[in-house]
């Protein structure tokens, strides 16, 4: 870095002095993430200035409409300026500030004045003008030095993600949905090229793309290409993203088009609801999705989709619930890899916890992990420390997935436990307290890569992530009784109470609830001559007898009533006969209805046999209601038992405690 970046992002922060009384603290960063942009690309195009007005005078002496690439050699970047202006210009005449400065940005090349009007920078222009700010502004920047020989391209980067984050903070904003830390993008940038066949990286004129569907400012974009460079100075990789924030895309298109990278690849919009490259396929992704964010905003987007194309759209697999959309953001990328027989795709996304386990069997969360389990995605999931990220302290997980694993990996996935890989920061920012070193960087990836068990690293088979949810049943048992308790318990039940309801109006309705009174009225005399000590252990015994009992008065006895009767005047009671169904087997009983997760690998009977029937005996499974599940319990898999200490050593530090007490109440007494 040529520069601190923090110190010059103070120093032009220390610009909002100017806007304190005219502008809320909030509204600081739509005029200082603007300008700090105008004036970057202005400092890049300094030293082209007059051969690009030069050459744009020649080519309209000639006639020539189709300007724009000449124009661009002209500049030495993918971006030009035809305006007379520049920061120092617009000094020279501090009565028409605004209008020049509005003519020096419709002056830039198309990309670059999609960035400003990305920003909203002419309200802001119209705004500072009328505080009478505009001019002060302008000197300010102008003082600026941002000059590519002073300031490189990834301290430039350093500095537009410290002035978002203080932005964010500003306006009570979440500055990690907008960038991931640059160490945490290298590890990750590391995994993706971190792979048996690497050596391609290295060919001499190699072309590779990558891809990032949140890119935000574009963090991992600028880091993966840095790597790639200096794995191989003659490679080239192509990025592309997109983003729905506009001051993160305006920024990242800007850095893209300093970069020299095309910045039409930087697209606007949600990637789910509007996927602005539908079409493409890519070597490389990356992307750091906000946690647990719902996507309640375009649900009918995804759910049409889901629902009329299936396997052929993005979400076959499956949706999450509705709170939080990070595997929809794996399922989109993985729709985006080129097949096997183009070279296949790598792939490393950044998670909380939540994607490892949560949802059941057959949820959505366990569909989407089962098919990329499956279909042998999975590679490796590597768990990082907590507090290394901007807005949140929580522990967050790697997940590597690539259609194109070498041979050693097949049907395997290697979980990589690092939280204990990391250094304390000097100053946090934010919930950022730890960081990466590059020497944790290069353990990290050399563990990933030499693929051996080890303290830090397990190597699973892709079943060990399978389950079976058996459905575990056990016999209904009910005694009866016809008792004053039992038969007032009858007059709660639903189908009884509702035999004095009616949905009819006036005298119809008065009418046909005077006849329900009537007939439960009936209902309870015939229960009534029934009350009895007696204690029914046979379910077929007892409604034998109370259908019996309703015949000999003269009554019916309809099917829901005779339901509600049986539950007003029943108990469970372990020691009553098991209750039949129509078809003489044992009736289950919801309440005493139990679940076992059964590892994929092992037979269903077997554990059936080891695990639930020694305590059980009259237990049986369920197989119509048995579900297929996938769930990576990471922490289980490198638990470490710490044995509780001996009594007799806490006895001594009790004693020793007390003894302490005592003497400090001592000398506190006297």
Same mark, same amino acid.
């Given at each position: 870095?040529?520069?601190?970046?923090?110190?010059?992002?103070?120093?032009?922060?220390?610009?909002?002095?100017?806007?304190?009384?005219?502008?809320?603290?909030?509204?600081?960063?739509?005029?200082?993430?603007?300008?700090?942009?105008?004036?970057?690309?202005?400092?890049?195009?300094?030293?082209?200035?007059?051969?690009?007005?030069?050459?744009?005078?020649?080519?309209?002496?000639?006639?020539?409409?189709?300007?724009?690439?000449?124009?661009?050699?002209?500049?030495?970047?993918?971006?030009?300026?035809?305006?007379?202006?520049?920061?120092?210009?617009?000094?020279?005449?501090?009565? *028409?500030?605004?209008?020049?400065?509005?003519?020096?940005?419709?002056?830039?090349?198309?990309?670059?004045?999609? %960035?400003?009007?990305?920003?909203?920078?002419?309200?802001?222009?119209?705004?500072?003008?009328?505080?009478?700010?505009?001019?002060?502004?302008?000197?300010?920047?102008?003082?600026?030095?941002?000059?590519?020989?002073?300031?490189?391209?990834?301290?430039?980067?350093?500095?537009?993600?410290?002035?978002?984050?203080?932005?964010?903070?500003?306006?009570?904003? +979440?500055?990690?949905?907008?960038?991931?830390?640059?160490?945490? %993008?290298?590890?990750?940038?590391?995994?993706?090229?971190?792979?048996?066949?690497?050596?391609?990286?290295?060919?001499?004129?190699?072309?590779?793309?990558? !891809?990032?569907?949140?890119?935000?400012?574009?963090?991992?974009?600028?880091?993966?290409?840095?790597?790639?460079?200096?794995?191989?100075?003659?490679?080239?990789?192509?990025?592309?993203?997109?983003?729905?924030?506009?001051?993160?895309?305006?920024?990242?298109?800007?850095?893209?088009?300093?970069?020299?990278?095309?910045?039409?690849?930087?697209?606007?919009?949600?990637?789910?609801?509007?996927?602005?490259?539908?079409?493409?396929?890519?070597?490389?992704?990356?992307?750091?999705?906000?946690?647990?964010?719902?996507?309640?905003?375009?649900?009918?987007?995804?759910?049409?989709?889901?629902?009329?194309?299936?396997?052929?759209?993005?979400?076959?697999?499956?949706?999450?619930?509705?709170?939080?959309?990070?595997?929809?953001?794996?399922?989109?990328? %993985? @729709?985006?890899?080129?097949?096997?027989?183009?070279?296949?795709?790598?792939?490393?996304?950044?998670?909380?916890?939540?994607?490892?386990?949560?949802?059941?069997?057959?949820?959505?969360?366990? *569909?989407?992990?089962?098919?990329?389990?499956?279909?042998?995605?999975?590679?490796?999931?590597?768990?990082?420390?907590?507090?290394?990220?901007?807005? +949140?302290?929580?522990?967050?997980?790697?997940?590597?997935?690539?259609?194109?694993?070498?041979?050693?990996?097949?049907?395997?996935?290697?979980?990589? *436990?690092?939280?204990?890989?990391?250094?304390?920061?000097?100053?946090?920012?934010?919930?950022?307290?730890?960081?990466?070193?590059?020497?944790?960087?290069?353990?990290?990836?050399?563990?990933?890569?030499?693929?051996?068990?080890?303290?830090?690293?397990?190597?699973?088979?892709?079943?060990?992530?399978?389950?079976?949810?058996?459905?575990?049943?056990?016999?209904?048992?009910?005694?009866?009784?016809? @008792?004053?308790?039992?038969?007032?318990?009858?007059?709660?039940?639903?189908?009884?109470?509702?035999?004095?309801?009616?949905?009819?109006?006036?005298?119809?309705?008065?009418?046909?609830?005077?006849?329900?009174?009537?007939?439960?009225?009936?209902?309870?005399?015939?229960?009534?001559?029934?009350?009895?000590?007696?204690?029914?252990?046979?379910?077929?015994?007892?409604?034998?007898?109370?259908?019996?009992?309703?015949?000999?008065?003269?009554? +019916?006895?309809?099917?829901?009533?005779?339901?509600?009767?049986?539950?007003?005047? @029943?108990?469970?009671?372990?020691?009553?006969?098991?209750?039949?169904?129509?078809?003489?087997?044992?009736?289950?009983?919801?309440?005493?209805?139990?679940?076992?997760?059964?590892?994929?690998?092992?037979?269903?009977?077997?554990?059936?046999?080891?695990?639930?029937?020694?305590?059980?005996?009259?237990?049986?499974?369920?197989?119509?209601?048995?579900?297929?599940? !996938?769930?990576?319990?990471?922490?289980?898999?490198?638990?470490?038992?710490?044995? %509780?200490?001996?009594?007799?050593?806490?006895?001594?530090?009790?004693?020793?405690?007390?003894?302490?007490?005592?003497?400090?109440?001592?000398?506190?007494?006297?």
């Amino acid at each position: 870095m040529s520069v601190n970046f923090r110190e010059m992002a103070n120093f032009i922060w220390s610009v909002a002095d100017l806007l304190r009384g005219d502008y809320k603290q909030s509204d600081y960063g739509k005029v200082i993430l603007p300008f700090t942009v105008l004036r970057r690309l202005d400092c890049v195009l300094a030293p082209t200035k007059e051969t690009v007005l030069k050459r744009l005078e020649e080519l309209r002496s000639k006639n020539i409409q189709q300007m724009g690439p000449v124009l661009q050699r002209a500049a030495g970047q993918k971006f030009y300026n035809i305006s007379r202006y520049d920061f120092a210009s617009l000094l020279a005449d501090p009565n *028409n500030i605004a209008a020049n400065l509005t003519n020096y940005i419709q002056g830039f090349s198309d990309d670059a004045r999609d %960035i400003m009007d990305y920003f909203s920078f002419s309200d802001q222009i119209r705004r500072l003008d009328e505080a009478n700010l505009l001019y002060q502004v302008v000197e300010k920047f102008a003082a600026i030095d941002l000059h590519p020989e002073r300031i490189d391209n990834m301290t430039m980067g350093y500095i537009f993600e410290e002035l978002i984050r203080r932005f964010s903070e500003q306006s009570n904003e +979440t500055a990690g949905e907008h960038f991931t830390p640059r160490e945490v %993008i290298k590890l990750m940038v590391y995994l993706l090229y971190n792979d048996d066949e690497s050596a391609d990286l290295r060919k001499k004129g190699i072309i590779r793309t990558l !891809y990032d569907p949140a890119c935000g400012t574009g963090g991992m974009l600028s880091v993966a290409e840095e790597v790639l460079h200096a794995l191989n100075p003659d490679a080239q990789l192509k990025v592309f993203g997109q983003e729905l924030n506009p001051e993160s895309y305006a920024i990242c298109k800007a850095d893209m088009l300093l970069k020299g990278q095309d910045a039409s690849r930087i697209k606007f919009g949600n990637s789910f609801s509007n996927d602005q490259l539908k079409h493409e396929k890519f070597d490389y992704m990356l992307s750091n999705p906000p946690f647990g964010v719902e996507w309640k905003k375009v649900e009918k987007e995804i759910r049409e989709e889901y629902e009329n194309l299936g396997y052929s759209g993005r979400f076959g697999a499956g949706l999450p619930r509705i709170n939080d959309g990070s595997l929809l953001f794996l399922q989109h990328m %993985i @729709s985006k890899m080129k097949p096997v027989s183009e070279g296949g795709s790598r792939l490393a996304i950044v998670f909380n916890g939540s994607p490892l386990f949560t949802g059941g069997a057959e949820s959505g969360e366990s *569909n989407i992990r089962r098919w990329i389990i499956e279909n042998d995605l999975l590679e490796a999931i590597v768990a990082l420390s907590d507090q290394l990220f901007y807005n +949140t302290g929580i522990s967050t997980y790697i997940w590597v997935v690539t259609n194109r694993k070498s041979t050693r990996r097949k049907g395997k996935i290697q979980l990589i *436990n690092t939280v204990s890989f990391f250094q304390k920061m000097r100053k946090s920012l934010g919930d950022k307290r730890n960081e990466l070193s590059d020497a944790h960087i290069d353990e990290i990836t050399r563990i990933h890569g030499d693929f051996k068990e080890g303290k830090y690293s397990k190597i699973f088979d892709n079943a060990d992530f399978g389950y079976r949810r058996i459905t575990v049943e056990r016999p209904l048992r009910l005694n009866f009784q016809v @008792s004053d308790v039992h038969i007032e318990l009858l007059k709660e039940q639903f189908a009884f109470k509702n035999l004095a309801v009616s949905r009819k109006k006036g005298e119809l309705a008065k009418a046909e609830i005077e006849a329900g009174k009537k007939r439960q009225q009936e209902i309870l005399d015939v229960l009534l001559s029934m009350r009895s000590d007696k204690v029914y252990k046979n379910r077929d015994e007892f409604v034998k007898m109370l259908k019996q009992s309703f015949k000999s008065a003269g009554q +019916t006895l309809e099917a829901p009533i005779q339901k509600a009767i049986l539950s007003a005047l @029943s108990e469970r009671d372990e020691t009553a006969d098991v209750c039949l169904d129509t078809k003489g087997n044992p009736e289950p009983d919801p309440e005493l209805r139990d679940y076992e997760n059964v590892p994929l690998k092992e037979d269903i009977h077997d554990y059936f046999e080891r695990e639930v029937q020694p305590f059980v005996p009259d237990a049986w499974i369920d197989d119509d209601k048995t579900k297929i599940g !996938y769930e990576i319990p990471f922490t289980r898999h490198f638990y470490e038992y710490t044995p %509780i200490r001996p009594l007799e050593e806490i006895e001594r530090e009790i004693k020793f405690l007390e003894d302490e007490i005592a003497i400090l109440l001592k000398h506190t007494i006297v």
